[in-house]
């Protein structure tokens, strides 16, 4: 779970993957693995900050309207 602090409150991203241990010897189809999970990481991290975002302004709005 990441977390992103603001002077009022915490917004957390809950988020779930799976990144592969490296093998001990060099495997193109692991670091491919690898490379996708960290991207699939980045994708999840990325939506998901982007909805607490908007969350966070519509309850900024909704207490300012």
């Given at each position: 779970?990441f977390?992103?602090?603001?002077?009022?409150?915490t917004?957390?991203?809950?988020?779930?993957?799976y990144?592969p241990?490296?093998?001990s010897?060099?495997?193109v189809?692991?670091?491919?693995?690898?490379l996708?999970a960290i991207?699939?990481?980045?994708?999840?991290?990325n939506?998901?900050?982007q909805?607490?975002l908007?969350?966070e302004?519509?309850?900024y709005?909704?207490f300012?309207?």
């Amino acid at each position: 779970i990441f977390k992103r602090w603001n002077s009022n409150f915490t917004l957390m991203a809950k988020i779930t993957a799976y990144i592969p241990e490296p093998q001990s010897e060099y495997e193109v189809e692991n670091q491919r693995q690898i490379l996708e999970a960290i991207d699939t990481l980045k994708n999840q991290l990325n939506f998901a900050f982007q909805n607490d975002l908007k969350e966070e302004q519509d309850t900024y709005n909704y207490f300012i309207s």
